[in-house]
């Protein structure tokens, strides 16, 4: 089946180090892909809808320049989060959807947890 | 605008024993609704979809669930769970009739299987 591979899986970082977060669909090419964070015991929460070769659409109140957007390509998107600090530290999650299903479902990524000292 | 209600934050049952997850939604157009399951530290994967057809759908590890238009519902269900179920459980919908589309999860539902 559709595979979404995350990397890293895990990272911890001094406060003010940006770090970036890739996101790859292994077998299918991605059109669109998607962003989410989710905190303990809460649910996901979309941040952002990646879009190969244009500019993402951010959701209100996500920070544009905080969360800096990349789709370069039609199996790659990247998240990076700029100066990061302690409020930053989240489970970050990307998904994607396999077009050639018919716009079938989304699929996930394991999640990158992100700890900023 | 559309909106995901999970009426249960948290479900313990024993194992062996059934479990009903209850979702419910509101939308104004027609919607696809999704079942994910979350493992701990792990992304998530899907259970089940209803898009049309049969309001009887059968998912994998033994779930189903019943759309239910009249009652804006989606229950996710199983007639006898093992421990390795015990995960967070999300409903959601997406926006604009769109499989694959923005999705709204609900609040999640923790389900702990009990020995």
């Known amino acids: 089946g559709a595979v979404v591979s995350q990397h890293p899986s895990w990272v911890i970082c001094k406060s003010g180090t940006s770090v970036k977060i890739e996101c790859r669909s292994l077998?299918?090419?991605?059109?669109?892909m998607f962003w989410y964070r989710q905190f303990p015991k809460q649910s996901l929460m979309l941040m952002a809808t990646s879009n190969e070769g244009s500019k993402a659409t951010y959701e209100q109140g996500v920070e544009k320049d905080k969360f800096l957007i990349n789709h370069a390509s039609l199996t790659l998107s990247t998240l990076t989060v700029t100066s990061a600090h302690p409020e930053d530290s989240s489970f970050y999650i990307c998904?994607?959807?396999?077009?050639?299903?018919?716009?079938?479902?989304?699929?996930f990524g394991d999640g990158t947890r992100l700890s900023i000292l | 605008a559309q909106s995901v209600t999970q009426l249960d934050s948290q479900v313990p049952v024993f194992e062996e024993a059934p479990v009903e997850l209850r979702c419910n939604y509101s939308s104004s157009v027609s919607v696809y609704l999704f079942w994910y399951v979350q493992y701990p530290n792990q992304g998530l994967q899907l259970l089940l979809k209803y898009l049309s057809g049969s309001t009887l759908v059968k998912g994998i590890n033994g779930f189903e669930a019943e759309f239910n238009k009249s009652q804006t519902s989606f229950h996710l269900r199983k007639p006898s769970v093992h421990i390795s179920d015990t995960a967070e459980y999300f409903c959601a919908v997406t926006q604009g009739g769109n499989q694959g589309g923005k999705l709204i999860f609900g609040q999640g539902t923790e389900l702990s299987v009990k020995p």
């Open positions: 998904s994607a959807r396999d077009p050639g299903t018919g716009q079938g479902p989304q699929h």
């Open positions: 077998d299918f090419q991605a059109t669109t």
